[in-house]
């Protein structure tokens, strides 16, 4: 059993209902049934963290160099584009790491195509809706 971590920040939780043509009808609920369904069938433990709060995250993240986390999920949100702080605290640890986005940020507005947390994880996934989250806990799990 590998014990992975997804995190979600800001906005993640309003799924369903923000901006549905960009990402989804799905709600966040969805999204923990799906992650904890590919848990179950993977006889893996995945935990899902979500906050609104950068230093929230970031304690997050520095947790799971304590609790033996072997692998981070993160969509960091809009902290993607300019949150050192959550960068410097992925570069901490040494799990794999793989950083999501449900929308192609590629496409969209300029800033958007801006990662600054990029760097400090092994993988980028984006542009592939909620089943990027089952694409990088599979990226990790082939890693570890």
Do not use: W
Not at 27 to 41: G, S, V
Not at 48 to 63: K, P, W, Y
């Amino acid at each position: 059993m590998k014990k992975l971590l997804v995190i979600n920040g800001p906005n993640l939780n309003f799924l369903g209902i923000r901006e549905k043509s960009v990402y989804g009808a799905q709600d966040y609920q969805y999204l923990l049934d799906m992650i904890e369904k590919k848990a179950q069938e993977g006889g893996n433990r995945i935990t899902v963290f979500q906050s609104n709060h950068e230093g929230a995250i970031i304690d997050r993240i520095q947790e799971a160099y304590f609790d033996g986390t072997e692998g981070i999920v993160i969509n960091p949100g809009a902290y993607t584009h300019y949150s050192y702080a959550i960068r410097d605290a992925l570069a901490s640890i040494t799990v794999p790491k793989v950083e999501i986005h449900i929308s192609d940020i590629t496409k969209r507005e300029e800033f958007r195509k801006n990662s600054v947390t990029k760097d400090a994880c092994d993988h980028q996934i984006y542009g592939q809706g909620l089943d990027g989250y089952l694409q990088a806990i599979d990226y990790i799990l082939g890693i570890i």
